[in-house]
Nanobody, 127 residues
Framework: QVQLVESGGGLVQAGGSLRLSCAAS????????MGWFRQAPGKEREFVAA????????YYADSVKGRFTISRDNAKNTMALQMNSLKPEDTAVYYC????????????????????WGQGTQVTVSS
């Protein structure tokens, strides 16, 4: 049974920082692309960032580039998203997800490319 559990969300003022974590279990973590997505009320789930299986390559949405940093620790089966210079428009539920295919970055921005999802963690940025 694959499990992804996010933590680290909360309420922060604009300009502040938060660090999200995702703990994975139930499958070989180190061979899958992992991603972060977010969903604001009334909006579709959108891509935030992804990282390949080795951690050598990272991918970001234009809206977070330069402010967010994705990382992973395959020895601990964890992934993180460091979020700096937060803006009110970053307010959303953040989800971590595991890609469907091993050693594949195909469609890494598409939610449909990911097979397993966490329950989400709320991030609220006040102005």
């Amino acid at each position: 049974q694959v499990q992804l559990v996010e933590s680290g969300g909360g309420l922060v003022q604009a300009g502040g920082s938060l660090r999200l974590s995702c703990a994975a279990s139930g499958r070989t973590f180190s061979i899958y692309v992992m991603g972060w997505f977010r969903q604001a009320p009334g909006k579709e789930r959108e891509f935030v960032a992804a990282i390949d299986w080795s951690g050598s390559n990272t991918y970001y949405a234009d809206s977070v580039k330069g402010r967010f940093t994705i990382s992973r620790d395959n020895a601990k089966n964890t992934m993180a998203l460091q979020m700096n210079s937060l803006k009110p428009e970053d307010t959303a539920v953040y989800y971590c997800a595991s890609h469907r295919a091993i050693y594949s970055v195909v469609d890494y921005m598409a939610p449909s490319a990911y097979e397993h999802w966490g329950q989400g963690t709320q991030v609220t940025v006040s102005s």
